[in-house]
């Protein structure tokens, strides 16, 4: 059966953030087309590997697809207006009619109809095109934080068309973060590589957990949302469960923890007193809110860009919450780089 998985790629800066920020974002893109994954059902015959390409545009009638797949979410319809498209044109190597109606039987679903059984067996293979594309969003924030950000996309296949629902995350501000801050270092890597160490990982694919990398790992990925509400804070909790899975060995300090960051992560000047401040602030502001030591609006209430009270609640919010992710991801992308599955240091007493 031939389809096309359609993915919207969006870039989260412009031009004017400079020559560095834009050969990152190619750097990453570039990759894309060499992503390897294999996709496994059992409504098809074998695992296939999606083979990718980079799109600038679409034809108007898939356009016109993706409206209809999301005309009630209004402002998504800047999805067509993307950057750049991830495209693939498989055929799907799907089971004998007959096989795939006792599937379907097996699951509750009962029909005659040859067309209809595949359409539902398509539907289902639809979801796994959705969780390959939440992993590559996962991954290309670690790989390279900050320069891929996937759109909800979609399967098209004789006539029909099905959501592949994507992600979005507070990652898309690191770049901007990072240009303004110079700790920690903002390293990359391969993204194909860091796909398959991720996907290695317990608790990524199936089950739970089972090291603290994969613990953080498993953290990093509640960063990613279907949706584009505020949940500044939350992203806050998952990040510095993440870092303290990899550094809070026994419940230490913060000093302690931020000790060994500058071990991981030296900041090269003499003087890393304004670094020890940016964990102590970070602490400081998790602290008050999981206390009630700080001013909360209710959920509903949305922050206005004249209010300079709601301005300052709301820049502390995100600059606590872009640090602990942009450390948590430097800490993944050092465990897959070294191989560790947990860092350890020692306590040396001086004599």
Request: with cysteine.
């Amino acid at each position: 059966m031939q389809v096309k998985l359609v993915i919207p790629i969006r870039i989260p800066f412009t031009m004017s953030d400079g020559d560095q920020v834009w050969e990152k974002w190619l750097s990453s893109i570039k990759q894309l087309p060499r992503i390897n994954s294999k996709i496994q059902s059992q409504y098809l015959i074998s695992d296939f590997s999606p083979k990718f390409q980079i799109e600038k545009k679409i034809s108007e009638k898939e356009k016109a697809k993706f409206y209809g797949l999301y005309q009630n979410q209004g402002w998504m319809k800047r999805w067509t207006d993307a950057s750049a498209y991830l495209v693939s044109k498989m055929d799907l190597p799907f089971k004998p009619i007959s096989e795939l109606k006792k599937l379907l039987a097996a699951g509750n679903f009962n029909h005659d109809s040859p067309s209809v059984c595949r359409e539902v067996s398509l539907r289902r293979v639809s979801h796994l095109f959705k969780d390959l594309i939440f992993d590559l969003s996962v991954t290309s924030n670690i790989a390279s934080v900050g320069a891929l950000r996937f759109d909800d996309g979609a399967l098209f296949c004789r006539g029909h068309s099905f959501p592949v629902t994507s992600v979005t995350s507070q990652c898309d501000g690191l770049i901007d973060y990072s240009i303004s801050n110079s700790w920690p270092p903002i390293r990359t890597a391969n993204l194909q590589e860091v796909f398959d160490w991720y996907r290695s990982l317990s608790g990524t694919i199936n089950g739970h957990s089972d090291s603290p990398a994969s613990r953080a790992a498993c953290a990093f990925s509640y960063l990613f949302h279907p949706d584009v509400a505020r949940r500044a804070m939350m992203d806050l909790i998952w990040s510095l469960a993440g870092i303290e899975a990899l550094l809070g060995e026994a419940d230490q300090s913060r000093r302690l923890i931020t000790d060994k960051l500058l071990l991981l992560f030296p900041s090269g000047q003499t003087n890393d007193a304004p670094l020890r401040k940016l964990v102590r602030e970070l602490y400081d502001f998790r602290s008050r809110m999981l206390h009630g030591n700080r001013n909360i609006s209710a959920r509903r209430i949305e922050y206005s860009d004249d209010d300079l009270t709601h301005k300052k609640y709301v820049l502390e919010e995100e600059e606590a919450t872009d640090f602990a992710i942009l450390l948590l991801s430097q800490l993944l992308l050092h465990c897959y780089r070294t191989g560790l599955r947990e860092i350890k240091t020692n306590l040396v007493l001086a004599q």
